[in-house]
Structure formats: C-alpha cells, structure tokens
C-alpha cells in the first residue's frame, strides 16, 4: 500500500507542476501580446475569426419587413436586393459589419477618445485632443438634432438610418463568439454601434480633409522672413501660385505669371516662439503628427473628371473619379450595390463602412465623384488671459466656458479633464502636457472650425443617392456642410456639371491691423475681435459650371476658380497643380467622340509627369550652356538617358530615377540655406521652383546664402546634378546610369490599421510619383522611397450603359488578413491598373449568375 | 491484456470526444480534464500518458485541420508566425499546436493515473470500507 502511495505521490509531483508551469506559460501575455493560449489554441483566439462566407445562408431576422437577398460577386462585393427599403439599410449595416467591423470599432474609438480605453495610456493624448477638438460632441448635438426632426415629422429618412445602426448591432450581437483577429489580438470586445458612432465617422472625415495648422505655420514663415525682406514671403508663398488651371472655368484664367512681388507684411512679432512652440509640440500627439505629414506629403488630393457625350465615344458623359487617403487594409472604401423595390432605391458605389447609403457613385439617372477643395474652413485665434479663468474678448475680460471629460484608460484609473473654451471654440494650448507654459506666457490660442456646429452630409449623400436630375442633385449639395468637396457631376440626360460645395465661413476684417492679409490666413487676434465669422457663403454664390464649352470638366486639388471669381475669399490651400495641368491637356487635345472607357482607364494610371516635362528640358539646356556641347563622361551618360525619355515615371527606367533626385536637390540648393538660416517651415513648392526657373534665372533664392559667393540658376542646377550622380552611384553601387531603376526607389506599402507588418502588404515596386494622375508620393532622401497613400479607390461610371461602369479599390472588401477578399482587389487589378464591372443589374434575376460567389438570404421572423 | 487494450482504445475515443466538446468552451485550461480521465482509465502510467496523449492530439488536430479548411485559418497562423518568428512560420506553430496538444493531453493522463494510483491506495488501505452498509 505505501508502495502504491509512493508511486502515486511520484507521479503527480512530476506531472502536477509540468501542468502548472505549462499553464502559467500559455496563460500569461507576452511582450504585448495576449496569452498565447487564448490566442493559438482550439476553441478560441484564431480559431474564432470569420472565414469566407457559405455559399449560401440564411438568416430569420424579427422587425423584418420583407426578404432581402445579399449576393456577392467573385470580389465578395454584396449586391443587396430588398423588398423594402428600411430593409436594405439594415443588411447594408449587417453587411459592413460582416466585413469591416474592427475598422469601424476603431475609428469611432479614435473621435471618441476611447482608444486609450482599449489599447492604454499611450493613446491619452490623442483621446484627449480628439474630445477636445469637439467632433463627438457635435456629432451628439446634430443626432439630437436628426432625433427632433424626425419626431416632428420632418427627417423621414431617419428611420432608414436607424434600420442601418439596426443591422449593424444585429451581426454584432449574433457574433459574439466570432469575431475578427484584431479583437482577440487586443484583447477586447465590439459593443454596440450607435448613430452617434455612424455622425462621428463624418467628422472624421472632416478632421482629415479640413483640420490643419497653415495660418499658424503660415505666421511663424512670414515673421521669419519679413525680418530678412518683406517681399520674401511673397516670393514663395504669394497669392496665386503660377501655371493653376482653374476647376470651374467659368471665371477666367490666370496670367502665365500672375506671382506678386513688393507686398509689405508685417504682422507683431510678438508671437512667434509662442506659436511655434505649439506647433513643434502638437506633434508629439500620434495623430496630429500623420496628419501634419500628410498634409506636407500632399497625400490627401484626388481627381475627378467627366467628359459630355460629344467627347465620349458613346453619346453620353463618362464620369471618372480617384480619391487620394492614406493606404490601410482594409481600405478606407466599401464597395456594394444597393436596390429596394418599394422606393426604387438603386444605387452602386463606395462608402465609409459605418455610414448608411453610398458617398461616391451612380444611381440610374445621375453619378458623382469628389475631390477635396482645399476651402479655409478652420481659424485660429489668439486671446490675452485675465487670470487663469478669464481671457479678453474684443477687448473685455470674459469668463470662459467649461466641459468636462472622462477618459477610461485601460489597466489604471479613468482620466478627468476640463477644456476651456472661448467664443470660438476649444483652447488647445492649455491641454496638453507637453512642457508649455500653462498658457502660452499670457496668451492661449483656439481654433474656429466649420465642424463644430451642426452638419447634414448624411443627409446630403442620401440625397445624391436619389437624385433624378442636376436639380434635385443640387438641391442635395446644399446639406453637404463639412468637408468641402468638388463635387463632379454627370447625367444620363447628358449633363456635366461641377460645383466646390461646402460650407465656407465669411470673415469681418474691419480690425485687422495693417500685414494681416486677412481672410483667415493668419492668426487673428480674438482679443481685439478680430476676424469674427459673419456668415457662410451662400450655395448660389459657390463657384460652379454646368455644361461649359470646353465639353469636360476636371479637379485635381488645384484652385478652385479663376481671377473673375469675386464674390468671397475661397482658400488658401491648393495642389501645386501638375496633375491638373496633365488632365486638362489629355481631355482639351481630345477629338469629339475619341474619350472611351478604355481611354478613361489609361487617363487614370497615366505616370507622364508634367512636372519632369517643365523641369527635365530646362535641365538638359542648362548642362549644354555650362559644359558646352561635350559634358564630362558622367554628365554625358546621365544626359543620354533624360534626352531619350518621355516623361513616363515607369519604374524599369533610370532616367524617373536621375529626373526625381536631381529635383530634390535642386529645390533643396535653391531654399535650404534661406530655410536653415531664416528658420522657417512651410514646405517651399516645387511650382514655385519651376517659376523661378523659367522666369527668372538670376533670382536671389539661387544664391546661396551661406556662402560669400553669388551662386545663379545654371550653377545650382549643376551642383544638384553633379550631387545626384554621386548619391545615385552610391546608393546603385554603379556608376553605369541605364542601371538606376526606378522602381528599385518607388515602392508602395499598404499598412494595416494595426499596423502589423504581417498583415500589411508591399512593399511593391510602382510607376509614378507624387505628381502623375496616378499618384504615389514618396521621400527618398534616404534611400528607398515609401508611398504609403494615393487612389483609394478608381471610379469610371459610363452613362451610356451604366452595367458598363468599372471600380476597383486598393485592398479587397473583406477586412480579415485569412479571407481572399482581403487583398484581392490590390494584388489581381490595382497594382495592374485593371478595374472590375460593377453588374448593376436592377433585379436580382438579371444577376450574372456565374459571377455569383455566395448568397445570403434574410427572412422575417415566421417569413 | 485484452481487457485492458479495450479499456485504451475506449479512453482514446472518450478523450477525443470530450475534448472536441470541450472546445466549445473558449477555456483552454480544460483540455488537462480529458487527460486526467484517460489516466484514471488505464491502469498503467505508460497506457494512461498514451491515451491522454493520443486522444488529444488527435482531437485538437481534427479540429485544426477542419478550421485550416473551412477558416482559412492558417494564414492566419502563418501571419501570426511572422509576428513572433519572421515569415514562413505558420507551419511551426501549427506543429506546435499539435505538439502542445500532445504534451497537455499526455501530462494529464499521467496526472489522471497518478489519482487513480492514489485511490487505489486508498481503497486497498480500506478494502471493506465500500461495503461495511451492507455487512452490517
């Protein structure tokens, strides 16, 4: 018997603390990582993620009115058919949910301020800048606002909406047990979306198309270098930039070199350490640092176009549109098919997963595309402080208001915050612990922005969607309040037609002081009442064109409208405008009844670069006026290959490769020595370096300054070149110029949101650069260059057929990494310039049945 | 013998079984329970750790393989396996799995048979102890 025991006893104290120690192992997290035994082993972690869809499903639904049938194509985009409408909101929210849900969790996580609730306290800065800047709050007062409205009878379309939340929280709550990998990655749970979270995603999309620092960058430049000479400032940053092509054409051209010179301004001085200390400041704060980046990278651009039926090859208008955002998988658009008998809601097109309806699309009468208008639509202002709980207002002591936040913060105690808030909007230079001063010395600075009042673009995009006409289509573009957009139209009746739409404030600058250049450009002083917003420009008084002469009408960020254009101040912002210039001259050259789809596609991956047109010919002359009709064998190679070359930006060739570094220190030789010793940071253009070139050879920005000599044009640009050789040979380890590819420089990278590398895809080798139609800006200061943002998504709608219309988007519907629809679309069409059709067959039986993947079925309860 | 070869084959089928139902529930930790019974069904250790061994392997590599097939689930392995090891490794951690199974399936049942060797101390120590009701 003791024997036994001994055995026993043997046994168990080698197998029990094996047990133990195994446990502990796979049950505690890891450098960041949950529990590998949560993660990795059966019955939970990558175990519980969706697949791919079943061929067939069906699902019985309560509340449900009729049937809806969901098929996906073979790029698994749903075609929803239903026989109600409220229906088709809901498997449309159903539908988002299925395929981007943690894309949505997260993004309304990001305006709420609640990242830090799930991924800890290295997101409080960004939860607490995000609360403050009042985007959730305004999205709370506009849903109250829908509510009232719609209790009174006046918002119909707010039932449609709720129907949307609906489908959403139905796969949310029917799914708890399966969830996508990020989720069991962070280790938290999806809870219940609301049409709060849906109002929130519009002011995200406003934060990043509108929300910026120019005025205060914009100030601290213009102080550094009115101090030198009062004309600088103009020199590079003047008012207009050269060579713009209007998009509405309807208020004349601009002159070939419409830059003034001679301007005096000379604002105080006071401010600037002050400001520029916010500024270096701010972007300690994760996400004002990529959006400042951004900005600078001029990732957030777009193009659209359409041509009437006399240039198509059709009879009737082709619409083409590609909206320039950051790259992410999943991709920031969700392609569907909408159709709903009762109403005859039928509409194809993207939207943001999370938002009801279509942004950017066609229904079967009318289409529209955007692009991002680059309206000033956000003020900052500066007040002198009375104390800690007072500041001067138009030059009275004047308390201010008070909100109070709470932050959950994931493993400690919440986080209470108080923003202070003047007439204007919220001070931001109290907020932020990044070693200020409480308040700048006795100043605090807030922005004015148009997304904080209430906005109505839900309701605009549902007006697009059932738009019959350019009447009721404008009728639409009036709710369109915050992010501003050029907004392309084009018709089955045969109309095109544009209008820049949004909400765009008037300013009183009865009291600026003398330098201030008004209109929103620079910092007003809130203390002495400055630049008060009187109103907002009236949607008549927009800019916009309907069926010009010219038969086409394009956007590519650049400015909005043309010298005849007086009404009201529009923008200060604008794209340097070579893509602009490129599509004009594709579309004006064009013959009547030459414009097919085909010809729209190649439109829309076109890597000719006006910009290396206007730069490269100049280079080459320069070289024979400065070594005469011999150069150096070094010199002489690098010619052979900018002599041959098109202007194509393809990356099997070298000479992209010499055009692109060569430009880079030809704009660094010209500007760096005044950047350093001046100190100031607003990017310097490259249409301004272009300007300077052609116009005026011996301007003093050539010289540089840091040295006693009188260096001119010619000199710099072969100093950039003699450097580019060096640095090319370097970097290629060979100094034969054939070998320098381009695309061993030019790489595009699509980053996951969590940005994980194994779930991101790229680098890939591309053609283009940040100024081809086809655009992918990159940096290659250092070494190999990354785009990581471009076309996030390629539209080309034919109003001849519309079943004929193509889209692609640069990642795949689904936004799980194990499904094939992940990165489907990026990998098989994108990255090859191809699209797919989009079958907007207006019944379910016209479907292409072999193009059917899988088929989801929705019945009422008891149906 | 006989008997106690079919007391093995029955302990594998019951471990497998009741640890393919046990992987509705998303606690891991439980997989040791299918283990420990497989160990107090077998009278020897090596029968004991084998079954508990086997039937969890097998198990967990039915159920691996079904969500590989129907999931898709080893690329997400494969990603997983770059996020620890570099690319390429989705393989390693699907052994890994499996090799885990094994060792969880095998301790138990070396647990399961150290309690049953306990018990069986006992009952001997006390061999009329169960039945004391009824003499009496």
Redesign the interface.
Known sequence: ?RN??K???K??S???P??II??TI??LPLMG?PPL????????G???????LPAAERLNIPDLRGEVTVIRDEWGIPHIYASYEEDLFFAQGYCHAQDRLFQMDMTRRQVRGKLSEVLGEDLLAVDKFMLAIGMEDWAIKTDELFRKMHNNGTLEYFSSFERYIDGINYYIGSHE?VKP?EYHLMGFEPTEWSTIDTLCLVQEMARQMSWNYHDLDRYTTLLALNNINLTYYNDLFGLTLPYQIPIVPDYGEFPESPMKAGFELNPSFALKTEIQNFLDNVQKINSEKTLMENQKDQIIGSNNWVVNGTLSNTGAPILCNDMHLGWMMPGVWYEQHLKAEDTGFHVYGFAIPGMPGVAVGHNEKVGWGFTNTGYDVLDWYYYNTDGSNQYIYNGTSTPYTEKNYSINVKGQESVEFTVKHTVHGPVLSDLLDFGLPQSLGDIVLAPKWTANGYFFNILAGNGFDRAINRAGFDEASKDWTLLAQNIVYADVDGNIAIRPTGKVPIRDDSKIPLGHLGNGTLPYNGSNGEGEWIGYIPFEDLPNSLNPNQKYLASANQIVAGPDYNSYFLQNEYADGYRARRINELLMNAADGSISVERMKTIQNDVNSTAARAFVPELIETIYDYYGPTPPTKINNVLTELKSWQFVMDKEEAAPTIYRKWRDYFQDFTFNDEVEMYNFTTRTRIVVLEYLMKEDEFSHWFNDVSTPLNETRNEIMMLALNATIDWLESFYSSDDSSTWRWGDLHQLYFSSLTG????SKGPYEADGEGYTINPAGVNIDNGVGTARGGPSERLIIDFSNLNNSLSVIPSGQRGF????HYSDQLEQLFLQGKYHYQYFTNTLYNFPTSSIESQLFFFPIGG | MEIEKRTFFISVVVVLCLTMLLTLVPVWQLVIIPGIIAGMFNKSLKCGVLSGFIGVTLSWGIYVLVGVITRNTYIILDQFGALIFGEGFGLLILILIILLAAIFGAIGGGIGNGFMTLINAYTEKHPYRGSKTKSE
């Open positions: 018997m036994l025991t055995k026993a006893i046994k168990l080698v197998f029990i094996l047990t195994l446990m796979f049950s990582i035994g949560d993660l990795l082993f059966p019955g939970n990558v175990w519980k993620v969706p697949g791919e047990d990998l994980l590398d194994p779930l990494s194990n499904s094939k």
